[in-house]
């Protein structure tokens, strides 16, 4: 039907199907995929290319308007940070919303996504992505976080909740990851993404008053010694929630909702640990003398219950560059604008005490307060 056809005669049909959506009136004489490297194993050279990240399939077509040549692009998990399906469809968007752009490109005709049942779907028209999700009944947790900081008692039902958050975590990270290299792309991440420690630094504005840039670099280039510490650990990796802090927590009474898992759902325990915990002392900051039988009792709840019910004596050891990651966003000037120059201070100092040190003490939770 198709000429040369090197692709499964099924996707094929769907593939030609679909190209003659786009191009009426035309008829499709050839589909074949296409290799990284044309060159064969007999004649390749140092400058063989091994590794590609696409499975790009040629399609030949006569119409109307003559012979047209195209090429329909999709791309495989690996471990250069397209583990992720999301990681994945970024790279054909961006393809899409670029190659108009650039003088000489070869140009964008189509751009969309498999469906499960292997038909195709175009998003050629599509604006911004969109998740639809389920409405939970609760309050945020940062409320209760507010409460106990103001009034400097901490009720049962604090306590208890406390606990449920310590548990739920140790229930989340009861589960191995996917595979080492994703430990490996989460620590990574940890400093290079746009919303983790170096994305957080770049966003301080110079005049920052308190905050120089100088301290900006000297806890940058700590975490940077973090992740040379860190990366090799992979064992470490479990199912994490990825952004759990008060404002994705809610409770409903006792019933526990969790909104809003992020970064790949997976990498070290310690990150949802620090994220939470972090949040103990940062509601403080505004109460301190409220500390001891209000927050404190809370902060020292969560980490006996945490570190009692899971097995991860490494986890005090891990957690400093989370540490540093969550308290550069509760010391922005840009996330929370309202923070007095010696709260920022005081964030900023904790920070550097951990990423000091080979391994974290809760203790110095309170001493952070004083």
């Given at each position: 039907?198709?000429?040369r056809?090197?692709?499964?005669?099924?996707?094929?049909?769907?593939?030609?199907?679909?190209?003659?959506?786009?191009?009426?009136?035309?008829?499709?004489?050839?589909?074949?995929?296409?290799?990284?490297?044309?060159?064969?194993?007999?004649?390749?050279?140092?400058?063989?290319?091994g590794?590609?990240?696409?499975?790009?399939?040629?399609?030949d077509?006569?119409?109307?308007q003559?012979?047209?040549?195209l090429?329909?692009?999709t791309?495989?998990?690996?471990?250069?940070?397209?583990?992720?399906?999301?990681d994945?469809?970024?790279?054909?968007?961006?393809?899409?919303?670029c190659?108009?752009?650039?003088?000489?490109?070869?140009?964008a005709?189509?751009?969309?996504?498999?469906?499960?049942?292997?038909?195709?779907?175009?998003?050629?028209?599509?604006?911004?992505?969109?998740?639809?999700?389920?409405?939970?009944?609760?309050?945020?947790?940062?409320?209760?976080?507010?409460r106990?900081?103001?009034?400097?008692?901490?009720?049962?039902?604090?306590?208890?909740?406390?606990?449920?958050?310590?548990r739920?975590?140790?229930?989340?990270?009861?589960?191995?990851?996917s595979?080492?290299?994703?430990?490996?792309?989460?620590?990574?991440?940890?400093?290079?993404?746009?919303?983790?420690?170096?994305?957080?630094?770049?966003?301080?504005?110079?005049?920052?008053?308190?905050?120089s840039?100088?301290?900006?670099?000297?806890?940058?280039?700590?975490?940077?010694?973090?992740?040379?510490?860190?990366?090799?650990?992979?064992?470490?990796?479990r199912?994490?929630?990825?952004?759990?802090?008060?404002?994705?927590?809610?409770?409903?009474?006792?019933?526990l909702?969790?909104?809003?898992?992020?970064?790949?759902?997976?990498?070290?325990p310690?990150?949802?640990?620090?994220?939470?915990?972090?949040?103990?002392?940062?509601?403080?900051?505004?109460?301190?003398?409220?500390?001891?039988?209000g927050l404190?009792?809370?902060?020292?709840?969560f980490?006996?219950?945490?570190?009692?019910?899971?097995?991860?004596?490494?986890?005090?050891?891990?957690?400093?560059?989370?540490?540093?990651?969550?308290?550069?966003?509760l010391?922005?000037?840009?996330?929370?604008?309202?923070?007095?120059?010696?709260?920022?201070?005081?964030?900023?100092?904790?920070?550097?005490?951990?990423?000091?040190?080979?391994?974290?003490?809760?203790?110095?939770?309170?001493?952070?307060?004083?």
């Amino acid at each position: 039907m198709f000429g040369r056809m090197s692709v499964p005669s099924s996707s094929a049909t769907t593939l030609a199907e679909h190209v003659l959506r786009l191009y009426p009136g035309s008829t499709v004489t050839r589909i074949c995929a296409l290799g990284a490297d044309e060159s064969s194993e007999e004649s390749s050279t140092e400058t063989s290319k091994g590794l590609g990240y696409g499975r790009p399939v040629r399609v030949d077509l006569d119409g109307p308007q003559g012979r047209r040549r195209l090429v329909f692009h999709t791309a495989r998990p690996d471990d250069f940070g397209h583990d992720r399906r999301s990681d994945r469809a970024q790279a054909m968007l961006l393809l899409w919303d670029c190659a108009a752009r650039i003088p000489f490109h070869t140009r964008a005709v189509d751009v969309g996504a498999l469906r499960s049942d292997g038909d195709l779907l175009s998003l050629a028209d599509a604006g911004e992505f969109y998740v639809v999700t389920e409405w939970c009944d609760g309050l945020p947790y940062a409320e209760d976080l507010r409460r106990v900081a103001a009034s400097g008692q901490s009720t049962a039902l604090d306590l208890r909740r406390a606990e449920a958050l310590a548990r739920a975590l140790v229930e989340i990270h009861s589960v191995p990851g996917s595979h080492p290299a994703a430990y490996t792309r989460a620590i990574r991440d940890l400093l290079g993404h746009g919303e983790a420690i170096f994305g957080l630094v770049d966003s301080y504005p110079i005049d920052t008053p308190g905050i120089s840039p100088d301290e900006l670099r000297r806890i940058e280039e700590a975490c940077l010694r973090w992740r040379w510490r860190l990366r090799g650990q992979t064992t470490r990796l479990r199912r994490t929630h990825g952004d759990f802090h008060p404002f994705n927590i809610l409770f409903d009474g006792e019933t526990l909702h969790l909104l809003d898992t992020s970064r790949g759902a997976e990498g070290d325990p310690a990150d949802d640990v620090a994220c939470l915990s972090i949040n103990y002392l940062f509601f403080g900051l505004e109460h301190r003398k409220y500390w001891r039988d209000g927050l404190g009792r809370l902060w020292e709840r969560f980490w006996q219950v945490y570190l009692d019910e899971r097995d991860d004596p490494g986890i005090l050891s891990a957690v400093a560059p989370y540490f540093a990651w969550r308290g550069l966003v509760l010391a922005s000037p840009l996330w929370y604008p309202h923070l007095t120059e010696d709260d920022r201070r005081r964030v900023l100092a904790f920070v550097e005490r951990v990423l000091n040190a080979e391994r974290f003490d809760p203790a110095w939770g309170p001493e952070a307060m004083l």
